[in-house]
């Protein structure tokens, strides 16, 4: 196994009017491979040249080819495609300042 030194993740803790400056640890991480992988791949004939092709066809019998122009984000709702420009999905986002807020409190015996 590969042994990895942890780095600290600083953050600011709030409760109520105290301002607490922590680090935090990840005790526990999966270790996904990346999405684009690259692998030495060997030519039968040593001075053959490699062709890389990539399309993106659609889904239906037709087996169109499609370009990448023509491709737009969005997301699912239900069976609805919903189209989704990057200024709107930027906009969308959820923006914070890096911090912890304990809010609150509840009893224990709850």
């Known amino acids: 196994s590969k042994t990895v030194k ?8 709030q409760l109520a009017d105290i301002k607490l400056h922590i680090c935090t640890y990840i005790q526990v991480k999966d270790n996904k491979p990346g999405i684009f992988r690259l692998k030495k ?10 062709k890389v092709d990539r399309g993106r066809y659609t889904k239906d ?8 122009e023509e491709l737009t984000d969005g997301f699912r709702y239900g069976t609805t495609f919903v189209p989704i420009n990057k200024e709107t999905l930027d906009d969308m986002k959820y923006q914070s ?11 224990a015996n709850m």
């Open 6 to 13: 942890p780095t600290a993740t600083k953050y600011i803790m």
């Open 41 to 50: 791949v060997y030519a039968r004939d040593p001075k053959s040249e490699i």
């Open 61 to 68: 019998e037709h087996d169109e080819e499609i370009e990448k």
């Open 97 to 107: 300042e890096k911090c912890f807020s304990v809010i609150g409190f509840s009893d």
